[in-house]
């Protein structure tokens, strides 16, 4: 069971070439395949995850969430998607056009960019990239810069004000989140994200890394622009920060590529700390979905239960606790090896 | 800084943002024309009117009754508090006195509309800092009165219960039951408060030390209410001038030195407490007897004379002036003293140099209703 | 803070300012003040300073047809005790020195009276429309607003 799906790639080429096709056109048409599967993830995640959300955020206010569409109000998600489909596209006048058209195209685009490198099983990403970290890492912030495309685009005082808080986050907060992930690169010495699971076979990192987990959690809830962290968006401040000039389509584009980042990341994390798809019982690949939503849900927890911070605590939160940290963190792992290597050598 | 050093510098301008009129956390209308330095707030200039109905002049075209609605329109978030101010200063116009089961009826009432206005004003600082699921345990709890005062009104808002010379109609049975409930598990409630709010680090963050007020300039502003005491100034009219029956409850009145949005959000809380001790004790002493003082069918000024008379609302003090003219069942004239309109002058003052989060969290915690402020 | 005595304190305003200037007026409900406007600011500024009235709780304009009465209430507070002054100006282009040095927050109710009243505090720093849009005509409060004209102004079917 372990194996289904590495089974039916190997079925697919295998197939591909008593066709006739060379075996590089084989491989390509099952990077397609798998291309095409990844999409297809990425929408039926989102739309669970944002049903999800809103019952999580209902129990946690003692409400019901959506309850009309379907049993427990499943079909919600795809009621509000359809209306967002046949929404008018409204473009403002004065909008800065090419920007504002393609900078939820960007987002959307790079978001899904950002699971070609996940390994969802042993020997399951789509490509397993040997510097599979650092192309996730710099993936991610490039996010960023499409916020500022929206929010410069849209030639409105909300939407910069929102975009400038963006990518002032971001400068802030992608250097903690990397340097909280060095610790890790030094245990496993590798950045390709399968060998870094593959380490964790029997000591998940997240304890051997406890101080990195806490900090790049927290350095991945600002970089996801989640709550506590939703400056660029703020709805009571901004209105809706970066995306308030977009409807329909577009807009939907957007909260598309933030829960598909959400879902990213969370994966990502559980890779990197939570022992990727290693586990009892279950086939490895349905681990790595299960602890990643178990992530998610710690994120949605944290959202619905505290307050926006304020931007100058958010940078100082940063500069002053985090990165400390994070170096502090490098240290003792450097000690750590040391050691370890030591009371390995008596 | 020197000239020189400047000169390497991009420049610089300032920004002007339009918060408001349509905006989530402005609380009604208000329009707050906001000259930023980047984050941080240079001016604010206020513009109001959004919401202006013309009740004073509507006041001149109604009768002393007639216009008792009107009163539930101005602080709608309070329900029976502006209609206990206008009534009680057309009483003393006219010198009716209301009966004693009345005054209770009443006083209960009043409280029941602070605690109300006092948890949305809570529940709604939380909302505008982000905090959703706090707003949402404050309007729970809130809905119980909502329900309470539809049991009595049949309307849950914008309640026209009270009368010239006392209340509408007795209060149902099944009301008794539900404000006794609600009083012994208002201290549970609080605690839940002070979980989610309170003890939440952001949350003290954002609010101590924000939008700074000290007792001087609060006094010079005509500050009042809770806004006042945060500020560390003791003065609460319904112990310094009692109206109604306030000379005979126990009560005490929340101070705080700090002057901050921190101490006007711990006052609120506090001040909760202290009137479910007024309801428990009016519930326990409130007499039998009429709920209405005998008044003829059309009330009628006796003389040229006007009248002042203030209740403390809950957003500060509010006044009603009226000037009636002998034998007319119109008001001359009437003016209402706005607490939200006063309050709101010192939001420049208080914001200045601030971020521009901390314009938000100072709206919040003054607790402006622009159906007030603009009349 | 001296003890409040009304006698002493309209006795010692009286010797300043003249009875031409400075009326009793104490009715059933209030004791007051009938003063001429020019002097209005100073014996605000003496019961503030020297009698510790220390909160200006409301000020409002009232239309007499024939002339406007202009009225602040004073407390001191904390405590109940309080005063009322007025003021009668006539109602051809009135004109009221403003307070808003002495008391701060009469800034607003001052352009609240201006703008619903047409009363103007010479020597407020903003004197704007306050409640109604900057491009309003006339002064709603006042007994002589045409209503009706306005109503069709508003609705189209007059004026521009």
Known sequence: MDLWFTNIANYIVQLLMSWGFPYFWADLILLLIQWMCVLAIVVLDVIILIWLERKAAGFIQMRLGPNRLGPFGIFQTIADAIKLMTKEDIIPNKVDKWIFLTAPLFMIFISVMLYLVLPIGEGLAVVDLDVGLLYFLSLSSLTTICVLMAGWGSNNKWSLMGAMRAVAQMITYEVPLILSLLGIVMITGSLRLSDIVAAQSHVWLIIMQPLALICYFIAATAELNRGPFDMPEAEQELTAGAYTEYTGMRWALFFLAEYTNLVAVSALFVCLFLGGWHGPFLPQWLWIPVKTYVVICVFFWIKWTFPRIRMDHLMSFSWKVLIPLSLLNIVLTGFGIEIFAWVRGL | ?375 | MSAFNWENIFTDLLNQFGEEKLQRQDSRLSQGIMAEAAIVPEVLCILRDQYAFNHLANLTVTDFEDEFEVIYHLYQIPGSQNIVLKSRIKRVSPNMPSVTELFPTADWQEREAFDLMGVTFTGHPNLIRVLLPDDFEGHPLRKDFNRREWQEVISGLKGD
């Open chain 2, 1 to 375: 800084m020197s000239a020189e050093k400047a000169t390497h510098q991009l420049p610089t301008d300032h920004y002007i943002v339009n918060v408001g009129p349509q905006h989530p956390s402005t609380h009604g209308g208000a329009h707050l024309q906001t000259v930023l330095d980047g984050e941080i707030i240079v001016d604010t200039v206020v513009k109001l009117g959004y919401v202006h109905r013309s009740v004073e002049k509507i006041a001149e075209s109604k009768t002393f009754t007639q216009f008792i609605p009107y009163t539930a329109r101005l602080d709608y978030l309070s329900g029976c508090l502006p209609p206990l101010a206008y009534t009680q200063a057309v009483e003393k116009l006219l010198d009716i006195f209301p009966t004693e089961r009345a005054e209770y009826i009443r006083i209960i009432m009043a409280e029941f509309s602070r605690i109300s206005s006092h948890l949305l004003c809570i529940g709604s600082l939380a909302l505008d800092l982000g905090a959703t699921t706090a707003c949402i345990y404050c309007v729970r709890d809130r809905e119980q009165i909502m329900d309470m005062f539809e049991m009595v009104g049949g309307q849950r808002l914008l309640l026209s219960f009270l009368r010239v010379g006392g209340v509408s109609h007795d209060l149902p049975e099944n009301f008794y039951p539900a404000a006794r409930r609600f009083i012994k598990e208002l201290p549970k409630m609080i605690d839940e408060y002070h979980a989610v709010i309170t003890g939440n680090e952001i949350l003290q963050r954002r609010l101590k030390g924000v939008g700074r007020l000290s007792t001087e300039d609060a006094l010079a502003y005509g500050v009042t209410g809770p806004n006042l005491r945060a500020s560390g100034f003791d003065y609460d009219i319904r112990r310094d001038d009692p109206y109604g029956i306030y000379d005979r409850f126990k009560f005490e009145v929340p101070i705080d030195s700090g002057g901050d949005a921190w101490a006007r959000y711990l006052v609120r809380v506090e001040e909760l407490v202290q009137s479910a001790r007024i309801i428990e004790q009016a519930l326990d002493s409130l007499p039998e007897g009429d709920i209405c003082a005998k008044t003829p069918r059309l009330l009628k000024a006796p003389e040229n004379q006007d009248v002042y008379h203030h209740i403390e609302s809950s957003k500060g003090e509010l006044g009603f002036y009226i000037v009636g003219a002998a034998g007319k069942d119109k008001p001359h004239r009437l003016h209402v003293r706005a607490p939200s309109f006063i309050n709101l002058q010192v939001l420049p003052m208080i914001c200045r140099g601030a971020k521009f989060q901390d314009l938000i969290t100072n709206i919040a915690t003054l607790d402006p209703v622009l159906g007030e402020a603009d009349r």
